[in-house]
């Protein structure tokens, strides 16, 4: 026949924390309290009114009122012992889940189901290790305060209730005399979940969010089929996804791995909730009351003991299984406290430990993780930061001789917000490399590690990390074992000039491909322009297609570097990347800062590679310091890999003697496109229209681009020069250089052109003269290491010169060194324009991405 269905409820929400409030205020103000109750009572009144006619509710009703009554004489004496004793604040809380019982009940009355409502403190008997543990903290791993059914005791209330309430409501069709009658419709027993009596006869709760332990309570004492807990998420996640917005809902666990992630924070289950189920095999569904056609996810069966999962002996690196994920879920415990003592060598470290516990126990302290250092037999202990005086208090009452006596160096107390973060997965055990990948993503994301334990059975390890780190350390722990792609968070500066609108054509083009070939995104959540900016809502990213748009639209705000910097700090992404398309002083004057509040840094812009020597070591002692990159390889050569491959010779150990060639797409474009029909001055202005020039012409002529590309190579090289130290022959006089210009960007370049006009006479006698010896015109460079010289000049070559053959908007770079003696090795390519400056970023971009992404091909 119809099988019964037990419905076990919580509080309206809110609820619980409002009659919290009306504990609360009642030692201070009773008026208050009666407000507060007085609220809570009207909320749930006005639902149960709007959900059945007055025939079902008045009685209810009624019935709740002197509930509210009795919360009231109870907390008005609180006045007079001035201080609210645990079993008080359990007492009236429990209340929520009575009244939301009896709601539901009249709901289903109304609608002509079969039901009955069931008062959990009159069948569920508990006994509770710590009777003064109070409520606890929601989503706390103290929270459970040791309470267990008493079995014996509820079984026979349950049967008795069962025997009683349950036949006079109908929802038991066993007959007096032992006959099993049929029931229409499956009936359905609405229970009071959280609420429960203690062993002494007093009302008392499952502690915070312990509806699920009562549901599971309920299940083993009914022989459920099965378990159902219906949330506001679909299922359990692999992370918050409030803190992880890549994290996704796992189909299946085993009941030890929901217990480590409930202990460890997972506020979608309770820590004791899978208990009761375990012995049945219950299976536990955890599901989405807002999606009930996703399947969330099942909880059922053991994971494999360690000696079972040791009997092969076999170890295997995790990440030569393709496609299995060793953890199953990565997550926190907020506010914690780290209790340490310190040098107490003397004593002896058994003795220590002895003692030391103890205390705790004696103290009523939930211990959470455990370390110590047999050395110097020093302990350190993690509990709730709310506990954490009251630790410490103990700890120095029991050390109190040998502190006196400097037998135990010190006792402290961390004064700074910390959290727990942890791995927890079954595939953990005899899988090598899992602890490897955390540590190292977590060191990526420059979290700092202050403890580490693992526990016995291999299925979690968990870190201590300070309050303001955890989401990054959440997301890039994620990110690491690939249960989420690996996801950069950009900010492009300049992102409408013709550079950044090039690197943002070139993102958009390839975003899929990233995903789909490397495995991670770029998520580009804030864009500027030389006098605006817009920031992606609390680190969203933006539409990138709409970059110009954006920009100009009334919500873009004015730039502010330092409001940008504040953005930037408090992004949650362990990969954060500043992409500088401006070639800026005042934004290069950043860089120091940023990196060293972990940003990585590309710059395709020179001024901070080729200016100031002392920024320049500063932003690299920054670099260093903080572990993050600064990639530069665009501000040399475009897209071209000179600077890697100057970097790889270098490391392999290779000298390098000399550098030398062509670092000026302008110039050769210049020289390549000069002859007795194309002036000097023309050839410029093809340079220009096919946007090979800086922004400032003047810079190419007179050799300073050059110089400053020159500047970067040769510190690579460990040369500290800056560019008044390079020999630079300017295509440009004085009076030329010196000229100021007003006007467009457009009318500047006219006038310039129109200027350079009076230099196509002697240029073009230069270029004949070249021309006449078999030679050809190039803008040369010259690095020689062991004299520590640099110079740029036009030269003419003849064809036994590796320039003789440069084309067009190229460059070419010879690196002579002490391997490549008898010819040099060659970097020769286009790069000028927008297009490959861009694709030299977007190549740096992928370095990064690459660094920071696990996949494995």
């Not at 809902?249 to 309770?270: C, N, P, R, T, W």
């Not at 062509?662 to 096919?690: N, P």
Request: glycine residues 8%; hydrophobic residues 40%; negative net charge.
């Amino acid at each position: 026949g119809p099988i019964p269905t037990m419905a076990i409820v919580s509080a309206r929400a809110g609820m619980t924390d409002q009659l919290v409030a009306v504990v609360s205020s009642a030692l201070q103000d009773i008026t208050q309290a009666e407000t507060e109750l007085s609220k809570a009572l009207e909320g749930q009144l006005s639902i149960l009114k709007e959900l059945a006619p007055p025939s079902i509710t008045a009685e209810i009703e009624e019935q709740m009122k002197k509930d509210a009554q009795d919360i009231l004489s109870v907390v008005q004496s609180l006045r007079m012992i001035r201080s609210v004793p645990p079993s008080v604040m359990e007492v009236v809380t429990g209340f929520g889940e009575i009244w939301s019982a009896q709601t539901l009940y009249a709901y289903l009355k109304n609608k002509g189901v079969k039901c009955a409502w069931l008062d959990a403190r009159d069948v569920l008997i508990v006994k509770s290790e710590n009777a003064n543990a109070g409520l606890g903290e929601k989503g706390s791993s103290s929270s459970t305060g040791g309470v267990v059914p008493l079995w014996e005791e509820t079984g026979k209330k349950m049967e008795e209730w069962w025997n009683g309430e349950g036949k006079r409501e109908g929802v038991n069709a066993v007959m007096d005399d032992g006959e099993v009658g049929t029931l229409d419709e499956a009936p359905i027993v609405i229970a009071t979940g959280f609420v429960a009596t203690s062993s002494e006869g007093v009302p008392t709760t499952l502690k915070r969010s312990g509806s699920d332990y009562s549901a599971t309570i309920f299940a083993k004492l009914c022989s459920a089929a099965r378990v159902t807990m219906w949330k506001n998420t679909d299922g359990v996640y692999t992370a918050d996804p409030r803190r992880v917005p890549e994290a996704f809902s796992i189909a299946s666990l085993k009941y030890d791995e929901a217990m480590e992630l409930a202990y460890f924070g997972a506020q979608v289950l309770h820590p004791s909730a899978m208990v009761p189920c375990i012995d049945g095999n219950i299976p536990v569904y955890v599901r989405n009351i807002f999606n009930p056609s996703f399947a969330g996810t099942v909880i059922q069966g053991r994971c494999a003991s360690l000696s079972e999962v040791n009997k092969d002996g076999k170890v295997v690196n995790w990440r030569s299984k393709k496609g299995e994920i060793p953890i199953k879920g990565i997550t926190s415990v907020d506010r914690v406290s780290l209790l340490t003592l310190e040098g107490a060598s003397v004593i002896g470290g058994a003795e220590v430990a002895e003692r030391f516990m103890g205390s705790m126990a004696d103290a009523g302290i939930d211990v959470l993780m455990v370390t110590q250092a047999s050395s110097e037999s020093s302990i350190t202990v993690v509990v709730p930061e709310n506990q954490g005086k009251k630790a410490l208090g103990a700890l120095q009452s029991t050390f109190e001789l040998e502190l006196s006596r400097s037998n135990v160096n010190s006792i402290s107390l961390t004064d700074v917000p910390m959290a727990i973060v942890a791995i927890v997965g079954e595939g953990m055990a005899m899988n090598s490399g899992v602890s490897a990948s955390f540590m190292s993503a977590l060191a990526k994301a420059n979290v700092n590690i202050r403890v580490i334990a693992q526990g016995s059975s291999e299925r979690q390890v968990a870190v201590v990390v300070e309050g303001k780190d955890v989401s990054r350390a959440l997301r890039s722990a994620h990110m690491a074992f690939t249960l989420s792609q690996t996801m950069l968070s950009v900010v492009i500066l300049g992102g409408t000039g013709k550079l950044g609108s090039a690197l943002i054509r070139q993102l958009n083009a390839q975003r899929d491909s990233l995903a789909k070939n490397l495995n991670f995104g770029v998520c580009v959540n804030a864009i500027a322009s030389s006098s605006k900016m817009i920031l992606g809502k609390n680190g969203a990213c933006l539409a990138t297609t709409r970059a110009g748009d954006m920009l100009e639209a009334d919500d873009a705000q004015d730039l502010d570097m330092e409001a940008l910097t504040a953005a930037l700090e408090a992004d949650v992404n362990p990969h954060r990347v500043i992409i500088d398309c401006t070639n800026s002083e005042s934004v290069a004057d950043h860089y120091e800062e940023w990196m060293s509040k972990g940003v990585n840094v590309i710059s395709p812009g020179r001024k901070a590679g080729a200016g100031s020597l002392e920024r320049y070591n500063a932003i690299r002692e920054a670099q260093r310091a903080n572990a993050v990159e600064w990639q530069y390889e665009s501000s040399v050569g475009s897209a071209l890999p000179i600077l890697t491959t100057l970097r790889d010779l270098m490391q392999t150990g290779d000298e390098v003697q000399m550098l030398r060639g062509c670092l000026s797409g302008t110039m050769a474009y210049i020289f390549h496109t000069m002859d007795e029909k194309t002036s000097f001055s023309e050839a410029v202005r093809q340079a220009v229209e096919q946007d090979f020039t800086e922004n400032d012409i003047k810079e190419d002529l007179a050799g300073y681009d050059a110089a400053l590309k020159i500047v970067i190579l040769a510190r690579e090289l460990g040369l500290n020069i800056s560019v008044e130290d390079v020999e630079v022959e300017s295509l440009l006089p004085e009076e030329l250089r010196n000229k100021e210009y007003t006007g467009t960007k457009e009318e500047v370049n006219a006038a310039i052109l129109e200027d350079l006009k009076s230099l196509d006479e002697p240029m073009m006698e230069r270029w004949k003269e070249a021309k006449s010896d078999d030679r050809l015109l190039r803008y040369k460079f010259v690095i020689d290491v062991p004299n520590g010289k640099c110079k740029c000049s036009l030269e003419a070559v003849d064809n036994s010169d590796t320039l003789y053959r440069l084309r067009n908007n190229e460059n070419l770079v010879a690196f002579e060194t002490s391997r490549y003696t008898t010819s040099p090795l060659i970097v020769k390519g286009a790069a000028a324009g927008p297009e490959l400056s861009a694709a030299g970023m977007f190549a740096d971009l992928l370095r990064l991405g690459r660094a920071f992404s696990t996949f494995q091909t």
